[in-house]
């Protein structure tokens, strides 16, 4: 009888540790992936940046972002 119980320990034990050997692989594959995911999105947003700069400086932008900021100031004026 507690040969039976050693055989199933073992073989728990050795399911458990290949279980754990498959997950540590995996997790070593994404390794570094939220650090690109962050900077592919901070290149996004500078450009979208850079796009509302260039904007606002060529053609009237700059007025038409001064009377948006009018309106809202305004509008929030009213509200209080």
Same mark, same amino acid.
């Given at each position: ?5 050693? @055989? ?64 809202? @100031? ?7």
């Amino acid at each position: 009888m507690p040969t039976s119980i050693l @055989v199933l320990f073992v073989h728990l034990q050795t399911v458990t540790m290949a279980a754990g050997a498959t997950a540590q692989q995996r997790l070593r594959g994404d390794r570094g992936q939220a650090t690109t995911e962050y900077a592919l999105v901070l290149l996004a947003a500078a450009l979208v940046g850079l796009l509302v700069v260039a904007w606002a400086t060529a053609g009237g932008g700059a007025a038409r972002i001064s009377k948006l900021f009018n309106r809202v @100031v305004d509008s929030v004026i009213d509200k209080v």
